[in-house]
């Protein structure tokens, strides 16, 4: 099946799904992947063959980039869940994770804790990667505060910005200009009470990443009431595109104990039958 059989109220495929993006029967699992400020779908281009047929991957898009330049970027975070929330949620009806990186984690994060308050099918597995915490205080720089050329700096000093970019002024404006309002849409996460999800929990922590140490990633064992496992990462803040093999290996580690999950919770049901 694709995205074509999952239309909208208004009869079109959700803007945030990829129009080639398959999701066969046969997988045991979808894992919803959204990307890092600044970033894109295209992120995670490498991730279906790396997991392989078990798992279908599913890139969500945010509007203002790549095939969704010409839409208006998000700059405050409800207005995004609301849209996310509705686009995705027939996606969301079998078993299925979601993984997100640094902005993305807040993303894959907030869309959880709405689906468990309002009493709907929750991820069997959440991971983020280079994420700190929403309960801990913003550890990215304040996009208002911030120069062009400060952020440009910031952004390079993590690792964020291509070589390819940084020969083109042009490009590096945009990029610096797509930074800031993902960096904005960040800031206007709502600092919700501390809710513990009945969800495992999958952290992913770089050794060199100045926005999430050791003790930070450690922190997001107050958001669940299930298991949390960290995981050290080699590289800095960008771990996933530096290690790609890498971080795949402990996905697809940690992917597994989902998918026992769900046989255990068939076999549960069958045998009170």
């Known amino acids: ?48 063959a790396g997991l392989g047929p078990a798992v279908t991957v599913v890139p969500v898009q945010l509007p203002g980039r790549e095939r969704r330049v010409r839409q208006s970027r998000f700059r405050d975070f409800g207005r995004l869940l609301d849209e996310l929330d509705e686009q995705l949620d027939p996606l969301l009806d079998g078993s299925y994770a ?6 993305g984690g807040l993303i894959a994060h907030e869309l959880t804790r709405r689906r468990v ?44 910005v291509p070589e390819r970019v940084s020969r083109h002024p042009d490009w590096l404006r945009r990029s610096v200009e797509l930074l800031r309002d993902d960096l904005s849409l960040a800031h206007s996460h709502p600092r919700h009470p501390v809710v513990r999800l009945p969800v495992p929990l999958g952290v ?27 995981h050290t990462m080699p590289g800095g803040h960008f771990f996933h595109r530096e290690f790609p093999e890498a971080t795949l290996r402990v996905i697809s580690q940690l992917l597994p104990v989902a998918t026992e999950r769900i046989r255990a919770d068939g076999r549960s049901q069958m045998s009170g039958l």
């Open 204 to 230: 992913l922590a770089a050794q060199s990443d100045p926005l999430l140490t050791p003790a930070q990633a450690r922190e997001w064992a107050r958001h669940t009431t299930n298991d949390l496992q960290v």
């Open 1 to 48: 099946m694709t995205v074509d059989g999952l239309v909208s109220g208004a009869g079109t495929v959700p803007p945030c799904l990829l129009p080639w993006q398959r999701l066969p029967d046969s997988a045991s699992i979808r894992l919803l992947c959204f990307h890092h400020a600044g970033g894109a779908a295209s992120s995670f281009a490498s991730w279906q």
């Open 117 to 160: 308050t309002t009493g709907r099918r929750a991820p069997e597995l959440l991971l983020v990667g280079a994420c700190s915490p929403p309960h801990l205080p913003r550890s990215a720089v304040a996009p208002q505060n911030a120069s062009d050329a400060e952020l440009a700096s910031w952004m390079r000093e993590l690792g964020g």
């Open 98 to 103: 979601v993984y997100g990186h640094s902005l």
